[in-house]
């Protein structure tokens, strides 16, 4: 029995909780907020600094080792969770008001936010969009817009 337990445990770390798509990445790398933290509390336009370590910024459409472009998730689940999480892994990741592309290889951005409560995170995309395997992504921040 305690072997059975064992290789059933061997199988889920084995297991990548993590796909992404097909573009390796630095595990390694880090993206992460350069000036905010959770529980901030700002003012609208909010500047979002992006920061990367580990790994470089090129545009959308670059195909470069261990590079990509930022991507900043806006009031959504974190990436891979909610209802698309698995598509949006393998296929890449959707370009709407929750989901900005910064495919000029942008390392900023200034937005207008409603007063309330925000989630952002960075995630880290290939040349086509697709987060890298493994993703490189940010923690879920929130903020509060006064
Ligand atoms: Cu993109």
Redesign the pocket.
């Given at each position: 029995m305690r072997i059975l337990i064992a290789s059933i445990a061997a199988c889920l770390l084995s297991a990548p909780v993590f796909a992404g798509g097909e573009t390796p990445s630095n595990p390694d790398a880090q993206v992460y907020f350069v000036n905010l933290s959770d529980g901030d509390t700002v003012t609208s336009p909010v500047t979002v600094v992006f920061g990367l370590n580990g790994m470089g910024v090129a545009p959308?459409g670059t195909e470069k080792e261990n590079t990509g472009?930022h991507?900043l998730l806006i009031d959504r689940p974190a990436l891979g969770e909610g209802e698309d999480g698995a598509d949006e892994l393998s296929y890449?990741?959707p370009?709407d008001d929750n989901h900005l592309?910064?495919?000029g290889g942008q390392t900023e951005v200034t937005l207008e936010l409603a007063p309330g409560p925000h989630t952002l995170q960075l995630v880290l995309?290939d040349h086509g969009?697709v987060p890298h395997a493994t993703p490189i992504v940010s923690d879920v921040i929130t903020i509060t817009v006064e």
């Open positions: 959308a472009h991507h890449g990741i370009s592309h910064f495919g995309g969009h």
